[in-house]
């Protein structure tokens, strides 16, 4: 047999491997150190009562001939589809169930997509940018074009008429850089790609942090999205849902290429290449959309937004460039005059025992920009924000 | 942008759907109906003990902040890939860690593994077989040819010098037919396989239904194999998980092509698009390589056995023609002569209400073929037996 050699084409990922290589030769040689780790984008709080019960319940129900459930549906559940559909409707998208797809966390998806566009599609993906989309098309051996996201543009790239793409990526709230896209901005992008036949696939996985009531968590709130949309969205940093595996892609029935419904296609895709997600799983994302499940994420939530604040404001103090915090868990910093985003990670690791992730591991316009998150707790946020002030404040 | 054409030759699939029109119809023109449903493939007893209690501790650990678990090492928790390799060892196959990638189910991970062969490879499929084989490498616009599976040969077709393949699916015990290859048999695959440079992709969802001492249950059991197979393997009818997804799929170190090891690739391709099970899940795979959980799932699967042994003792005393049973939870009988699989359907369905698969739905070898499945209750399956003996009994 013979091996797909667009594998050949990827860049090998040294990045979290090469920092926890080096966390680990501090650690040994320094044996008495009070590391804080702010670089790894999981987070840290357990999963809310709300959840928990309902996981709890659907296992007694598994446990039982007469409540136990085998394969799931194709696309999910109704009542998790329903619960869905209710949350969008709140921002007035009105879905249908048919264009809900529950699936296993919007990695998979955002990964799995490509399966169903030709090969010969030219892609855009901004620079820095979240690894997986630009690795998914190279396997696919799909030409890629960048999206420089700068600090002139506050690294929210738009859209430029010299340039044609077909399948074009967009992540708001931004991971790695906490930026977020406003109306205006996403209008412009469904223009761009309606004028252009283009779709766009918009991760929304991190929508849960937006706290501006201006700002769109969904693309679908923007005209004519639906004709030219596809969104992935996540448990996983909305519910804490990172090791239990949830979320859901929307494809409308609007969203249509030479006669034929996208929504048909990604449909025989998971139907083909997925049996369906956990039902105490399905039961436990259910549980995040009732009252008490939304009061008691939103808490989490609010816990972690307290973390980014406390950075936010260490960073306006010490007058260094920054993006993200506020409608994000992400801070993305410039570093000091000088320095490399490596050279800044081990003055870090070496000055104030902080631990972070160089900028340059997303992307060349990464280089000299600095990611922490909010995922620790508030004690170690502050302590790690008090080292740095001592290190950074002009 | 541009769809995948491939998708436009994909052979819509209406078996299942055709089915439950039709049961529906009778159901409706008959209100006072006892149908007796043997045609799907899925589980029905409950998840057991073992299982349930390691479900509910993982759950636990997830509402608590010191033993909360975030995403899952990529390729699974060492605990169950150690779980999983202690159970290799007992035939004999030793297993490196890193040759275990622990998934959410045998069908995402033999769908999903066309991604790291080239498109350009030839694809050996039998006919009769589980549809997902063929659709994967239509959508990846692969040219498959067919294996003639049929009354001559058992159902088990052998490879032949003079067609040439990259890439061989065989599944044992055999989804629909009930076959299983012995070790000469195989042998006689993996020595194809290594003498043509082809990979053996080995579905062994149906393991635990052998019960004959001297059939393989796993195609590493046979010398060279680790060569030129890869084993896909599911927790789904082995702990009746079809509603839980979990599963694993093994490649050795020992398959390389061109110098490359096509685990790498695997790794990687699991890395990008795929974030791990559940935790919850894998410390309840974790629970049925207990010596309390495999106790529970074998009670479980001899329940199973004891319908299949029902319906193999009926089709013995009708004289009729059939593979499986035996040493798997599936029936593939011959209809009555000048009836086709759907003929056959709709006059068991009316003159015995009872409803199976007919065996064309799995390919053009299927045609007057029936498939009918032990996973009902012991007291359905004897009904069901006694109505067909009524009706076929020579």
């Given at each position: 047999m013979k091996l797909n050699q667009n594998y050949a084409n990827l860049q090998e990922s040294y990045l979290f491997l090469t920092i926890a290589k080096k966390v680990a030769a501090y650690t040994e040689a320094h044996p008495d150190n009070h590391i804080i780790r702010m670089?790894?984008?999981?987070?840290t709080q357990p999963l809310v009562p709300a959840v928990i019960e309902a996981m709890h319940k659907a296992t007694d129900e598994m446990a039982h001939k007469e409540t136990f459930h085998g394969y799931s549906p194709d696309q999910g559940y109704d009542f998790l589809r329903e619960a869905i559909q209710g949350y969008y409707a709140k921002r007035g998208v009105a879905l249908k169930l048919s264009e809900i797809f529950v699936g296993d966390g919007a990695k998979s998806d955002v990964g799995n997509i490509?399966?169903?566009?030709?090969?010969d599609n030219t892609v855009l993906i901004p620079d820095?940018?979240?690894p997986v989309y630009v690795d998914t098309n190279v396997m696919s051996g799909r030409k890629v074009i960048y999206l420089d996201a700068n600090e002139q543009n506050g690294f929210l790239g738009m859209p430029d008429e010299n340039v044609k793409a077909d399948i074009i990526y967009l992540c708001s709230p931004n991971n790695p850089t906490g930026a977020v896209y406003n109306r205006a901005q996403l209008k412009a992008w469904v223009d761009y790609a309606l004028k252009n036949n283009a779709v766009i696939l918009f991760d929304?996985?991190?929508?849960?942090?937006?706290?501006?009531?201006?700002?769109?968590?969904?693309?679908?709130?923007?005209?004519?999205?639906k004709k030219c949309a596809i969104e992935f969205c996540s448990f996983s940093k909305t519910a804490g849902f990172t090791g239990v595996r949830c979320g859901y892609t929307v494809i409308c029935?609007?969203?249509?290429?030479d006669g034929t419904k996208v929504n048909t296609l990604w449909a025989r895709r998971q139907a083909t290449k997925f049996n369906g997600v956990n039902y105490i799983t399905q039961r436990a994302a259910e549980a995040v959309f009732t009252d008490e499940g939304q009061q008691q994420v939103k808490d989490v939530i609010n816990y972690y937004r307290a973390n980014a604040k406390v950075m936010v404001d260490a960073f306006k103090e010490m007058g260094v460039w920054f993006t993200g915090g506020e409608n994000s868990p992400y801070i993305w910093h410039k570093v000091p005059d000088g320095m490399t985003s490596w050279e800044f990670f081990d003055y870090l690791l070496n000055e104030a025992e902080v631990v972070g992730t160089p900028g340059s591991g997303f992307g060349k316009?990464?280089?000299?920009f600095f990611r922490l998150t909010a995922f620790g707790t508030l004690e170690k946020t502050q302590e790690a924000m008090e080292r740095l002030k001592k290190l950074l404040k002009k």
């Open positions: 670089g790894i984008g999981d987070v490509v399966d169903i566009f030709a090969d820095p940018v979240y929304a996985a991190y929508e849960s942090f937006i706290t501006h009531d201006d700002l769109p968590h969904s693309i679908f709130e923007i005209e004519g999205a029935d609007e969203l249509v290429s316009n990464g280089e000299g």
